[in-house]
């Protein structure tokens, strides 16, 4: 047996893929459009993990509430640097809602809600500003 993919449901695909792609630097690996079931499939991968996918479906026109993802659980991703990626999608105007205190994890939310968990590359990074004194927003 062998992992393919993880699926997420997205309203807003471009606002997704500026998160994954430009936020967090996956890239996209390829895309299919159905004009018959009226969708359309984008694949993305981390740089260092190209055997793992994640799915993006934008159901056209769909209005459908997608709750809030906690039954999903979370994507995770090590980084380089939890800083550096942390402040990072803050200047791209997406909310830490989990800092990393310790140097080591945090949490986000893609604009469909989806938890994503970063974890730092290697051993824990030395405590910082302003992360360590930055206390948690909404839910994550």
């Not at 803050?90 to 809600?113: C, K, N, T």
């Amino acid at each position: 047996m062998r992992y393919l993919h993880s699926m997420l449901r997205v309203h807003d695909l471009d606002a997704t893929l500026r998160f994954f792609c430009d936020g967090l630097g996956l890239r996209e690996t390829r895309r299919r459009d159905s004009e018959q079931g009226r969708y359309t499939l984008v694949f993305l991968v981390a740089p260092e993990s190209p055997e793992a996918e994640i799915e993006l479906t934008f159901n056209w026109g769909s209005q459908e509430d997608y709750g809030s993802a906690r039954n999903f659980g979370h994507l995770a991703f090590e980084v380089d640097d939890i800083y550096a990626t942390c402040a990072h999608l803050q200047s791209m105007g997406i909310s830490v809602l989990r800092p990393p205190r310790d140097g080591r994890m945090a949490f986000v939310r893609s604009p469909d809600q989806i938890s994503v968990e970063l974890l730092q590359k290697g051993d824990a990074l030395a405590p910082a500003e302003p992360w360590a004194s930055m206390a948690n927003s909404g839910s994550w």
